[in-house]
């Protein structure tokens, strides 16, 4: 039974991070109706940057905030820059674009900060959560800073007009002009908001998995897989999608044989094909239906 508490423990500390990952992809979905491959590429940038500013000497949270800023204005740069112009483009344009950015920020990484892996500090530290032996503080940590955002989204879209214009622009775009709302600003500023979003899963899956240009390949895919789980037009449902894909890869690592660690990531792909066959909407999303 302790076996079973911890690794439901460490599946809600991971599954936190991908809740954050499926949460920026769901946002960027909203805006624009497709995946950003380039997701975690962002994230990982965004992290290198906050680790030079702490070997500069800046305070962690001090770096924490100015790279979230940064991302954020990141985010807005390269919608307005690479997506824009390509916004009516077709769908096999846009991916190959996605693509490209992927590269971009895998190679600029590369080059400016090395291949080598790197240690990034964590604030919560890396303790027993009490003493106990189910949770670090750092683990704890990821899953309360997971919630904070998504309360804070949840009050931005429901309490403020720009979050309310923000959803009028992702559901339908053509009225929300009628009514003199800027969609093509609504989207920079969901792609900001996700780039921002991504940047804090980097920072904190960076302690654990430690910083290299590779190291949001996987945590991408289950966020993916999250967002899939939950529903790409449900930005709750994506958080507890990417929470339900943390506790379950974790659980089947350990108590399923001939899975174990080498073949977690293959859980990720089994869920997301399985949740597309069943019910492609996802858990709490919802279908759309269009009269032709």
Not at 7 to 31: K, S
Not at 66 to 79: K, L, P, Y
Not at 198 to 203: L, N, R, T
């Amino acid at each position: 039974m302790e076996l079973l508490l911890q690794q439901v423990m460490a599946g809600l500390a991971t599954g936190a991070i991908y809740a954050c990952m499926a949460l920026a992809v769901v946002m960027i979905y909203q805006a624009i109706d497709h995946l950003n491959f380039a997701q975690g590429e962002m994230a990982m940038f965004s992290t290198f940057i906050a680790w030079q500013l702490i070997q500069w000497g800046v305070p962690y949270w001090g770096a924490f905030v100015a790279v979230v800023a940064v991302s954020f204005v990141g985010g807005i740069a390269i919608e307005r820059i690479l997506f824009r112009p390509i916004h009516n483009a077709p769908v096999l344009t846009q991916l190959v674009a996605f693509i490209a950015l992927f590269g971009i920020l895998n190679s600029s990484a590369g080059e400016i900060w090395n291949f080598t892996i790197k240690e990034f500090p964590t604030p919560f530290g890396r303790g027993p959560l009490f003493g106990g032996h189910l949770i670090s503080t750092h683990d704890a940590g990821m899953i309360g800073v997971t919630l904070l955002i998504l309360i804070l989204l949840y009050l931005f879209f429901r309490g403020s007009r720009l979050g309310l214009a923000m959803r009028a622009a992702a559901a339908n775009p053509a009225s929300a002009r009628l009514v003199g709302i800027r969609v093509g600003w609504m989207i920079a500023l969901g792609w900001g908001m996700s780039a921002s979003i991504g940047a804090v899963a980097g920072m904190l899956i960076a302690p654990v998995v430690f910083l290299e240009p590779n190291m949001m390949l996987g945590v991408l895919l289950y966020g993916f897989a999250g967002a899939v789980l939950g529903g790409l037009s449900s930005p709750g449902g994506a958080v507890l999608g990417g929470f339900a894909v943390g506790v379950i890869e974790n659980l089947a690592g350990t108590f399923i044989p001939y899975f174990g660690r080498e073949l977690k990531l293959t859980i990720a792909l089994i869920m997301i094909v399985a949740v597309l066959l069943v019910r492609p909407s996802g858990l709490f999303g919802r279908s759309v239906v269009s009269r032709v």
